[in-house]
């Protein structure tokens, strides 16, 4: 039951950090229709930037605060010297040119940090468990994961449905064109909207990195499993890419930790010890196959496009 | 008007005369080298030209087509390692099990569009990638070495460079041909009607549904066959064969050679790894160049080397054209 309660957290904490990720990903294709496979690269960067200031002066909260706020001005200055030029074209387009972004950055990662990787060490106040239940301790920087992420997930909310820029976002995404005839700087909201998915990615990237290490390539793997939590959820919806965000995060998770043993009460032990971790690596994305067949645009598709 | 003889045609034949003779040359200078490359370059071009057949013509954006490399290197691997190298069972199996994968893939993944289906297609192999990466009796992550080629009992030895440089080079003009068969059939116009304007295709009676599924697993097992020459060529085979970024590759030389061009994919190839060979010469960081030129090509040269051929080659004929122009203008 113990471990019962820590893999559920844990695939909370997982599914929280996918939604960033997707949350990003979703925001930036929902308003400027723009595919953008370097997110990946945003979520690299944003480690390597806090893991550099961490190194620097040794605070972790300062590498936190720098790592963003870094990861937004480049994700801002991509947007001005190569996104925009992207926009209205085909999404094949849209993959090709950030595949080439992706190798651009995964090189200069190379070129200015070298091929070793880093690391980002946790300060003493968030290495030691808490008991979250009687008798059950987690760990402490795990929780803090999952409370950042959760107010992150408010503030997004609040930012897009309470507020004047929220209002001219989602009036970007139905018809940009009347956004923008009736006089609002249409060209800054994108670098706005493209600046805070980067930020999304970034502060995901610097909060997974004490867990993993810092390495080239980092973003890829995860950004494939947010892809396919934006098609669980359906593209452009940010309450879609929560719900299958935590989705993911808790199927993937217990189904790593529990269905090797649940195959070995039905089959050999040989067997399962085979099938268990490529059965259940497979399983979200039977979850997607299963979402594709009964509602192909999603589970909460923004409708429309 | 001109006759048959452009520019254009005129680079196809000599890409064509360099890639027959390339063994002759590799022989009399001693290059094995050159020799190697090409090899790998003729196997890849097979596959993006299968690629090219769904991206190019049938306007199906496949994230995923490194997978079927994968499949179709694993089966020979795995075939071998089982101790089975004849190669009238390893090649259909390689062929089977790649058709079967497309056609899982391609009915569901068909039954999206746009970029659900860029990130479907690439979700997928990606699966099918972390699936084969944990089989720990194929090697897992490490990969597998392969001891002996497919055997073809007598008829072929593919252990000779030269007879399997051949016998790629001819499976991919066989696949450029087939390729281009099959758009110039019934069939190809409409995979390419569906790609134009599918709800009209739908509305005159094609079930464009099915066309394109039909469309995706040819191209499926075309590449499956490229993944098998891939695994005798290297004689080993690790899931980095299927990695996302290999698809990319893929997607790269498709666009880079020009779309729906029937030797498109082919210039397309061949260009992106000479060309990391070069940049690879010139810095260990290549891909540092790689990348911008990337976005570079798809900014500003939307019709891919062959678009450029094409442009460079009615360019030329204007010109010749102009000293009897002046006779037009005065009459």
């Not at chain 1, 995860?222 to 995060?249: E, K």
């Not at chain 1, 059965?279 to 979402?291: D, N, P, Q, R, T």
């Not at chain 2, 769904?54 to 079927?68: E, K, N, P, T, V």
């Amino acid at each position: 039951m113990t471990l019962f309660i820590e893999q559920c957290l844990n695939g909370l904490q997982f599914g929280l950090l996918l939604f960033l990720l997707a949350a990003g990903l979703t925001l930036v294709f929902g308003i400027m229709d723009l595919v953008n496979l370097a997110h990946g690269s945003l979520y690299m960067l944003g480690a390597y930037f806090a893991a550099t200031v961490a190194a620097w002066t040794g605070n972790f909260v300062l590498a936190v605060i720098l790592g963003v706020a870094a990861t937004l001005v480049v994700g801002m200055a991509l947007e001005v010297v190569v996104m925009r030029r992207l926009y209205g074209r085909d999404h094949l387009d849209h993959v090709l040119g950030t595949f080439g972004l992706i190798l651009f950055f995964n090189e200069a990662v190379r070129l200015i940090w070298g091929p070793a990787g880093m690391s980002l060490p946790l300060p003493a106040w968030l290495l030691m468990p808490v008991e979250v239940l009687p008798g059950i301790s987690y760990s402490a920087y795990k929780l803090s994961l999952i409370a950042v992420t959760l107010a992150v997930a408010a503030l997004l909310y609040f930012i897009v449905m309470r507020t004047r820029i929220g209002m001219l976002i989602r009036a970007g995404a139905s018809n940009r064109e009347m956004v923008g005839a009736l006089g609002v700087n249409i060209k800054l909201l994108y670098t706005l909207v493209f600046g805070l998915g980067a930020a999304l990615a970034g502060l995901a990237g610097l909060m997974q990195a004490p867990i993993l290490t810092v390495q080239i390539g980092m973003g890829e793997n995860i950004l494939i499993l947010a892809f396919v939590v934006t098609v669980i959820g359906g593209i452009g919806s940010i309450r879609g890419s929560l719900v299958a965000a935590l989705l993911v995060g808790f199927i993937d998770t217990l189904g790593r930790a529990y269905l090797p043993d649940m195959l070995a009460k039905v089959l050999s032990h040989n067997a399962a010890a085979t099938a268990g971790p490529a059965l259940s690596s497979m399983l979200i994305y039977l979850l997607m196959a299963l979402v594709l067949i009964v509602k192909p645009e999603g589970l909460f598709s923004a409708g429309g496009r | 008007m001109k006759g048959a003889f452009t520019l254009r045609n005129g680079v196809v034949v000599l890409l064509l005369v360099w890639l027959a003779l390339l063994p002759v040359y590799a022989h009399f200078t001693d290059d094995q080298f050159t020799l190697t490359l090409f090899t790998r370059i003729v196997i890849m071009a097979l596959a993006a030209v299968s690629l090219n057949l769904i991206l190019g013509y049938g306007g199906m954006m496949s994230f995923g087509h490194a997978a079927y490399l994968g499949i179709g290197g694993y089966a020979i691997g795995m075939l071998a390692h089982e101790g089975i190298y004849n190669g009238f069972i390893q090649w259909p199996v390689a062929l089977g099990a790649s058709a079967l994968f497309a056609l899982v893939i391609g009915a569901l993944s068909l039954r999206t569009r746009g970029v659900y289906f860029i990130m479907i297609t690439l979700a997928f192999a990606q699966m099918a990638y972390y699936v084969i990466g944990g089989i720990d009796r194929y090697g897992g992550d490490d990969g597998l070495t392969i001891y002996k080629d497919s055997q073809f009992g007598g008829l072929v030895n593919l252990n000779d460079h030269v007879t399997f440089y051949y016998v790629c080079l001819a499976l991919l003009f066989a696949g450029v041909f087939i390729v281009w068969r099959l758009v110039n059939s019934r069939f190809g116009l409409v995979i390419q009607g569906a790609r134009s304007n599918e709800a009209r295709m739908r509305a005159i009676g094609f079930p464009t549904y099915r066309y394109k599924l039909l469309c995706f697993v040819i191209a499926g097992t075309m590449a499956g066959l490229s993944g098998a020459l891939l695994a005798n060529n290297a004689d080993f085979i690790s899931p980095s064969m299927m990695y996302w970024t290999r698809s990319g590759d893929l997607i790269v030389m498709v666009v880079l050679g020009g779309m729906a061009s029937p030797f498109g994919a082919v210039f397309g190839a061949v260009a992106l790894l000479v060309l990391e060979e070069a940049l690879s010469g010139i810095t260990e960081y290549w891909q540092i160049i790689m990348g911008p030129l990337l976005l570079l090509v798809v900014l500003f040269a939307r019709g891919g080397i062959d678009g450029l051929l094409v442009q460079l080659g009615t360019w030329w004929q204007a010109r010749q054209a102009k000293p009897g122009a002046p006779e037009r203008v005065s009459a």
